[in-house]
């Protein structure tokens, strides 16, 4: 099973190239064309440089106050549209401050309080007329063919990033149980994060170790889970009967479009 290549960066985490990926029919998905990745705040004059030479657009999914927070670099040459996928915080997903400031040991007690909070958003992404509104015009600039190479990235690069990721490589025509193995691989690439989170929780509410399941809660909060993707699969399928229909009806994007891009991006 082949998913996406991750690239090594000093300061950005969990940027990954869907290059090489394989579809149902065979193709190839081309390299250094469409990245998924974690917030840019922290990238290092080298991991600039690099994405510099590699991408000609940013698309950030962030909430304004993550933005106002930590903003994204400039990146000389790149265009940078800013698309906050969420009206409000979400705990888990949305990092600003004041959210993170809110999480509660008493709020996730169990791995299915954590669970059955995140499924909820990911049912968000398709049930909102916001967030549906908000992924219709990330997919106008990416079905445009202005550009080309294109990194879409949230804090993480897992929820919001991920939905995303999700309907590119369905359009592309790469098996659901690829998808979701490429979804899945975004924990091993958050290990350091999700502990930061968990030991900055820890010091607020002056514990030295959480309970185990409270500890896998938060994991499950801060982490990918089956369960989530599988949310949003649902909630299309449930509204729009199936995906296809979706990108048609829910998303706006015309067979054509979808054509064309499967041409643009494989081999």
């Known amino acids: 099973m082949i998913i996406s290549k ?13 290059g090489g990926m394989k579809t149902k029919d065979g193709a190839t998905v081309k390299d250094g064309f469409l990245f998924r990745g974690g917030m840019l705040f922290n990238a290092s004059d080298k991991d600039k440089e690099h994405l510099t030479n590699m991408l000609d657009l940013v698309v950030d999914f962030r909430s304004d106050q993550e933005v106002l927070e930590k903003p994204d670099p400039e990146l000389e040459g790149i265009d940078n549209f800013h698309i906050p996928i969420l009206e409000q915080r979400a705990a888990g997903v949305t990092r600003e401050k004041k959210t993170d400031e809110q999480i509660k040991l008493p709020s996730y007690n169990t791995v299915e309080e954590a669970k059955a909070i995140m499924s909820r958003v990911y049912r968000r992404f398709v049930e909102s007329d ?8 990330f997919m106008r600039l990416v079905m445009d063919g202005k550009y080309e190479r294109i990194l879409w990235h949230c804090t993480a690069g897992k929820d919001r990033t991920g939905f995303a990721a999700m309907v590119l490589q369905r359009i592309l025509g790469i098996e659901d149980d690829v998808i979701m193995e490429d979804y899945l691989i975004t924990n091993k690439y958050l ?20 309970p185990p ?29 199936d ?20 041409q643009r991006y494989l081999n």
Do not use: C
């Not at 995906?243 to 499967?262: A, M, P």
């Open 191 to 210: 290990v350091e994060e999700v502990g930061q989170i968990k030991e900055m929780i820890r010091k607020r509410e002056g514990v030295e170790m959480f």
């Open 213 to 241: 399941e409270k500890e896998q809660a938060l994991t499950s909060l801060f982490g990918a889970e089956k369960e989530y993707l599988l949310a949003s699969w649902n909630a299309i399928d449930e509204l729009y009967g």
């Open 243 to 262: 995906f296809h229909t979706f990108l048609v009806d829910g998303l706006h994007v015309t067979d054509e479009e979808q054509e064309r891009f499967r």
């Open 130 to 137: 916001y967030s549906r509104s908000q992924y219709e015009k």
């Open 6 to 18: 991750h690239i090594p960066y000093d300061g950005v985490n969990n940027t990954r190239d869907l």
